[in-house]
């Protein structure tokens, strides 16, 4: 008797998208292939191919898959759906995609200009809807600014991998945005004034190198920047620049080394006397914030081309991100001692998700005001008060 045929999969298209959005995810729009993203769904790249005509439409679905769940969720609730309502369908929706997710967060750059602009849109009306919630239930200042802190609490989660129960998490963070968005940015913030070392001056070719690539990679995306346009913005030939690296990837490694450094300098001095685990707490968030805000092409870079770089090169690099996020995490413990270590992890990263969506929205500008709107923000995900 032969064999019964195998039967293609009615929802093959989207088993694709969602293996492509895990990869994406993982390598980045360049690291990530056709091969490998048809081994996931267990067919070949041909196969992949039938479905879709090249790696980057499907790419352009993957970026819009997110957020098109987002707004259908927030479609299927009555128009006058309260604040925590909405903040619930939508993190219910994330966090049952936190392994493709993320890729619009950074990856979209990689979306020529017309998708850019479609992406950027209806992720503009999910704010927009948060932001009249807000607004009609804690209005005070800066709805759309509460709005979209919130919601980088709850993407917050597409960028890591802690383990946690779906439902646990779901409630950590949904508590975190409720709190960033009922949060008055503009009250007044004591503390501590914040010493960020400054980054070091370019003194040898090495570090001119370096200082004109790094703008370079945050504005056009590290794959899309050739070695030609780094040594033409620093006045070298070409063939000259491979004296001082051997490669894009190895300017790329130093840039996210630098800024591992100088994220653990400030730390440090942000530490440095610092005994009362809530005052540690609001240090750490003070400096983080400032130093988003100071070093914002470098701390992009670092965070969204790690994935291009070689695994053995990522690794200790991955390390040091681990152990800063550590030192965030047994402070948030000291300060409130009913968190486990899992759940604090998965604050300090809501935090952090604060910080990204927060200064994009003021586009970053470095101003005193602002770092104090979105430190407060970044505390009260974290669930500590801010000093009186």
């Not at 292939?33 to 790419?59: D, Q, W």
């Not at 994330?94 to 990856?107: A, F, K, M, N, P």
């Not at 919601?151 to 960028?159: M, N």
């Not at 413990?333 to 992890?345: M, Q, T, V, Y």
Request: aromatic share 6%; with cysteine.
């Amino acid at each position: 008797m032969s064999a019964e045929p195998a039967t293609r999969p009615r929802n093959r298209k989207q088993l694709i998208a969602d293996a492509a959005g895990r990869v994406f995810n993982e390598r980045g729009y360049h690291g990530a292939s056709m091969e490998e993203i048809g081994a996931r769904v267990g067919i070949t790249a041909a196969a992949v191919y039938r479905h879709f005509p090249n790696k980057y439409a499907l790419f352009a679905q993957c970026a819009n898959n997110m957020v098109d769940r987002l707004l259908e969720a927030l479609d299927g609730l009555p128009p006058d759906a309260d604040l925590a309502r909405r903040l619930a369908a939508i993190t219910r929706v994330t966090v049952d995609h936190r392994e493709t997710g993320g890729v619009y967060r950074w990856e979209a750059r990689y979306l020529d200009r017309a998708d850019r602009e479609v992406l950027r849109g209806k992720f503009g009306d999910v704010v927009g809807r948060v932001t009249e919630s807000v607004r009609r239930e804690h209005p005070w200042p800066d709805a759309d600014l509460r709005a979209a802190a919130a919601l980088g609490a709850i993407g917050s989660i597409t960028r890591h991998r802690t383990s946690i129960a779906q439902r646990r998490v779901e409630g950590l963070l949904l508590d975190a945005a409720r709190r960033v968005a009922s949060t008055d940015p503009s009250e007044a913030l004591g503390g501590r004034a914040v010493d960020l070392p400054a980054q070091p001056p370019p003194r040898t070719r090495r570090g001119e190198i370096l200082a004109a690539a790094v703008p370079l990679f945050h504005r056009d995306g590290f794959a899309t920047v050739t070695m030609g346009r780094i040594a033409e913005a620093v006045g070298l030939a070409p063939s000259a620049i491979y004296r001082h690296y051997p490669g894009k990837g190895d300017i790329l490694t130093a840039a996210c080394l630098q800024a591992v450094a100088l994220l653990n300098q400030a730390v440090d001095r942000s530490l440095d006397g610092v005994e009362e685990a809530e005052a540690a707490v609001r240090s750490l968030a003070a400096v983080y914030v400032a130093f988003s805000f100071e070093h914002t092409a470098l701390t992009s870079v670092a965070e969204a081309e790690l994935v291009g770089l070689p695994v053995d090169v990522q690794r200790p690099l991955l390390l040091a991100q681990r152990e800063h996020i550590t030192v965030w995490a047994q402070q948030l413990r000291s300060a409130r001692p009913e968190l486990d270590a899992r759940a604090a992890r998965v604050l300090v990263h809501a935090g952090f998700g604060v910080v990204v969506e927060a200064g994009r929205r003021l586009r970053w500008d470095n101003t005193q005001r602002n770092r104090d709107a979105v430190t407060r923000l970044v505390l009260s995900a974290l669930g500590v008060d801010a000093p009186e």
